[in-house]
């Protein structure tokens, strides 16, 4: 199966959750975390499948995302913006647990530890990779 048709199905599958909602009697937590998750496949599939195509047919496009100035400069935003969302979710647990939101403020807490391990798994993958 290509990607093609995988981002093909992410937009059905997105479509076909926020219909399903409409006709559904579900809790409002529940259909909101379906909502939202619906939304999310239907965003990225829908811009993963743009992106592909644009990537076939705009060479100015393909030669401008592969560029090695350009990735460069995404790889020095990547690093600047990683430890500033550090912070951000770190103040979020902290007003998390400050005003009893413990859900919240345990799933940031998670994010903030995980965060530098993926960090450092993912640089060694891409180490060996390149």
């Given at each position: 199966?290509?990607?093609?048709?995988?981002?093909?199905?992410?937009?059905?599958?997105?479509l076909?959750?926020?219909?399903?909602?409409?006709?559904?009697?579900?809790?409002?937590?529940?259909?909101?975390?379906?909502?939202?998750?619906?939304?999310?496949?239907f965003?990225?599939?829908?811009?993963?499948?743009?992106?592909?195509?644009?990537?076939?047919?705009?060479?100015?496009?393909?030669?401008?995302?592969?560029?090695?100035?350009?990735?460069?400069?995404?790889?020095?935003?990547?690093?600047?913006?990683?430890?500033?969302?550090?912070?951000?979710?770190?103040?979020?647990?902290?007003?998390?647990?400050?005003?009893?939101?413990?859900?919240?403020?345990?799933?940031?807490?998670?994010?903030?530890?995980?965060?530098?391990?993926?960090?450092?798994?993912?640089?060694?993958?891409?180490?060996?990779?390149?």
């Amino acid at each position: 199966m290509s990607k093609k048709y995988i981002w093909i199905l992410g937009i059905i599958i997105g479509l076909g959750s926020m219909i399903s909602l409409e006709f559904l009697s579900l809790d409002k937590p529940i259909s909101i975390i379906i909502r939202i998750s619906a939304i999310a496949v239907f965003s990225i599939s829908f811009v993963m499948l743009n992106f592909n195509r644009q990537m076939k047919i705009n060479k100015e496009y393909r030669i401008s995302v592969t560029d090695e100035r350009n990735i460069r400069i995404r790889e020095k935003t990547s690093d600047t913006i990683a430890p500033i969302f550090m912070l951000l979710f770190g103040v979020q647990a902290i007003y998390g647990i400050a005003y009893e939101f413990y859900v919240i403020a345990i799933f940031n807490s998670i994010v903030v530890i995980l965060s530098p391990i993926v960090m450092i798994l993912i640089s060694k993958y891409y180490e060996k990779k390149l």
